[in-house]
């Protein structure tokens, strides 16, 4: 169970080569379901994807056209989401829901990365070592800073309901901000770390919540409420803005 928050990249048939990845600026995927009864199509605004549903006796001609006929409205979905914000040297992002700055510095003496403050106090992250290794660097460093603070929201909430994580993962997932397997292990998303510290802890509570309680029933928000007692203004703002959350990242592909 989890909060919802990489499937296959696939090119139309031969014959309709004019609807290729980089004239609609996204990612373009079809999916054939064995539930689908037509043909449908939707914008994924967390990963900027294109996804075309089929059945499975439908054929890549029919998705082509099918396709081909909606592409205006493709574009002005994609046209409405807001723009990614690219790791780069100048570049603005949240850290803990506060806004900082990106600044590369080259520098070679170090590979820590560190937080400036300016006379105004604007906090600027530093970014030592190459800089064309730099966005990755710092995508690994935001990965850890998640992991500190998810595992001490975890520890703090679990000890509340004598409970006990078997593992925690911080990964680059986009339909959910954090989830619980039946064997107990929990995963979030790294971009919690870009939340204020409060949605964050929210995410951990309710991911240890599942450790007791498999569901989303009375039960299970009960205990969300006991140890998160004001979860719904968190709830909330990973309703209304959590999807701006994915705006950020390395500029080209996900590594870390």
């Given at each position: 169970?989890?909060?919802?928050?990489?499937?296959h990249?696939?090119e139309?048939?031969?014959q309709?080569?004019?609807?290729?990845?980089e004239?609609?600026g996204?990612?373009?995927?079809v999916r054939?379901h064995p539930?689908?009864?037509?043909l449908?199509?939707r914008?994924?605004?967390?990963?900027?994807?294109v996804?075309?549903?089929l059945?499975l006796q439908?054929?890549l001609?029919?998705?082509?056209?099918?396709?081909?006929r909606?592409?205006d409205?493709?574009?002005a979905?994609?046209d409405?989401?807001?723009?990614?914000?690219p790791f780069?040297?100048?570049a603005?992002?949240?850290l803990?829901?506060?806004?900082?700055?990106i600044?590369?510095?080259?520098?070679?003496?170090t590979?820590i990365?560190?937080?400036?403050?300016?006379?105004?106090n604007?906090p600027?992250?530093?970014?030592?070592?190459?800089?064309d290794l730099?966005?990755n660097?710092?995508?690994?460093?935001l990965f850890e800073?998640?992991?500190?603070?998810?595992?001490?929201s975890v520890?703090k909430h679990?000890?509340?309901?004598?409970?006990k994580?078997?593992?925690?993962a911080?990964r680059?997932?986009?339909?959910?901000?954090g989830s619980?397997?039946?064997t107990g292990?929990?995963?979030?998303?790294w971009?919690?770390?870009?939340?204020p510290?409060f949605?964050?802890d929210?995410v951990?509570?309710h991911?240890?919540a599942?450790?007791s309680e498999?569901?989303?029933?009375?039960k299970?928000?009960a205990?969300?409420?006991?140890i998160r007692?004001?979860?719904e203004?968190?709830?909330?703002w990973l309703q209304?803005?959590g999807p701006?959350?994915?705006?950020?990242?390395p500029?080209?592909?996900?590594?870390?």
């Amino acid at each position: 169970m989890g909060i919802k928050t990489k499937p296959h990249i696939a090119e139309l048939s031969s014959q309709s080569r004019a609807i290729r990845l980089e004239d609609i600026g996204a990612q373009l995927e079809v999916r054939r379901h064995p539930s689908a009864r037509r043909l449908t199509l939707r914008v994924s605004r967390t990963r900027r994807a294109v996804i075309v549903t089929l059945p499975l006796q439908c054929d890549l001609d029919e998705a082509s056209t099918f396709l081909n006929r909606h592409i205006d409205w493709v574009r002005a979905r994609l046209d409405s989401l807001p723009n990614h914000v690219p790791f780069e040297d100048q570049a603005a992002m949240p850290l803990r829901g506060e806004p900082h700055r990106i600044a590369f510095t080259g520098a070679a003496r170090t590979h820590i990365i560190s937080i400036d403050h300016d006379a105004r106090n604007h906090p600027t992250i530093l970014v030592p070592g190459p800089k064309d290794l730099a966005a990755n660097r710092l995508t690994r460093w935001l990965f850890e800073q998640a992991k500190g603070d998810l595992e001490k929201s975890v520890t703090k909430h679990a000890a509340l309901l004598s409970l006990k994580a078997k593992r925690i993962a911080i990964r680059d997932q986009t339909s959910r901000w954090g989830s619980c397997s039946t064997t107990g292990a929990l995963s979030f998303s790294w971009r919690l770390i870009l939340a204020p510290p409060f949605v964050l802890d929210y995410v951990a509570a309710h991911e240890v919540a599942h450790l007791s309680e498999m569901n989303h029933g009375p039960k299970f928000w009960a205990m969300v409420k006991k140890i998160r007692p004001e979860f719904e203004a968190a709830k909330q703002w990973l309703q209304v803005r959590g999807p701006d959350l994915h705006r950020y990242g390395p500029a080209h592909g996900r590594n870390h």
